[in-house]
């Protein structure tokens, strides 16, 4: 058989095509909860725009709903998304014949999903290029900005996400991504996993109890990424 080839952005463009659907159901969700606290159709843009993460969106809902500080709002956002980071780094090195702008643009773009489409062609001895990088990036960027603006618009006439399950978007997101981790290797994934999220919500708990919910989210946070470190390598 002839090898598949990783090298132009139309191959990019079509290998993004299963994580679609996948955006579409969160980005709509996150377009009637954004509406759903008062933001416009234009500021769910916005957001899906410079913000362009999942997660941290709908963190940023729910602390806007509840008037938390702007200072914890960013400070949330950026622990939230500081994953991105050690994503990026770890598929760095196959792009390094690159230049400096074109890794700035995949590190920005890149995503849960994107990286789990990319680290599967490196694991399966391909070599993308940055070209078939691109489309997927920005197949993945356009689709979730579409999702959610047309959550926005349709937010109008769905008063109350809540009837239709929609504010559990996030953490049925979450849920997901807490199975993948649990998968082969069983014993030292499930042991790990389960390690660091009781160190999260115990912690959680507890700081809720001294602190403002707001930091007590932030140390629950670092807590759990220390003891992630921590076990990593057990």
């Not at 952005?9 to 095509?17: E, R, T, Y």
């Not at 990036?137 to 937010?155: D, E, K, P, Q, R």
Request: aromatic share 12%.
């Amino acid at each position: 058989m002839q090898e598949v080839k990783y090298e132009s952005f139309v191959d990019g463009l079509k290998a993004c095509v299963p994580t679609i659907l996948g955006y579409v159901g969160i980005g709509f969700a996150m377009g009637v909860v954004g509406k759903g606290i008062g933001l416009s159709v234009f500021e769910v843009f916005l957001m899906s725009v410079v913000v362009y993460a999942g997660s941290a969106q709908f963190i940023m809902c729910g602390l806007l709903a509840i008037g938390a500080p702007i200072s914890s709002i960013i400070v949330t956002v950026f622990l939230v998304n500081l994953r991105h980071f050690l994503m990026s780094l770890s598929v760095a090195p196959a792009f390094r014949k690159e230049s400096m702008l074109g890794n700035i643009g995949i590190g920005t773009l890149l995503t849960d999903e994107s990286y789990g489409v990319l680290t599967t062609a490196l694991q399966n001895g391909k070599q993308p290029s940055l070209s078939w990088m691109n489309g997927l990036n920005i197949c993945a960027y356009l689709s979730w900005i579409v999702a959610t603006v047309f959550g926005a618009m349709l937010g109008e006439f769905i008063p109350d996400p809540e009837l239709f399950g929609l504010d559990f978007a996030l953490v049925a997101m979450f849920l997901g991504l807490f199975l993948f981790q649990a998968e082969l290797p069983l014993k030292k994934r499930t042991k790990q996993t389960v390690i660091v999220l009781a160190s999260v919500v115990i912690s959680l708990y507890l700081f809720m109890w001294w602190t403002t919910p707001e930091i007590a989210v932030i140390v629950a946070t670092l807590i759990g990424c220390f003891v992630g470190v921590v076990t990593h390598n057990e």
